[in-house]
């Protein structure tokens, strides 16, 4: 079985930044790839960043220029860096992870862009 967890979520006023990680744990082979997702009340969940083993990437159009998601193969770990935050930013972030062929969802952290 395949764990993730998340971290580095709270709250921040508009134009600050956070940074989230999540980590992987548990017997596997490989991780195809590593992503994050986002759902905010009354909204279905979205795509805001997705990073391939060989380290391509691609980005939600609304988070373009502001978010960066990398990622740690030997820590098995991905990163989002989030800058410029707005208030549409506010949402539960979730890591998801292809491994072994199989997808596997975190649990969530909290993000609140309010002023």
């Known amino acids: 079985q395949v764990q993730l967890v998340e971290s580095g979520g709270g709250s921040v006023q508009p134009g600050g930044s956070l940074r989230l990680s999540c980590a992987a744990s548990g017997r596997f082979f490989s991780i195809q790839g590593m992503g994050w997702y986002r759902q905010a009340p009354g909204k279905e969940r979205e795509l805001v960043a997705g990073i391939i083993r060989t380290g391509s990437t691609n980005y939600a159009d609304s988070v373009k220029g502001r978010f960066t998601i990398s990622r740690d193969n030997a820590k098995n770990t991905v990163y989002l860096q989030m800058t410029s935050l707005k208030v549409d930013d506010t949402a539960v972030y979730y890591c998801?992870?292809?491994?072994?062929?199989?997808?596997?969802w975190g649990r969530g952290t909290q993000v609140t862009v309010s002023s």
């Open positions: 998801n992870a292809l491994v072994d062929g199989k997808v596997y």
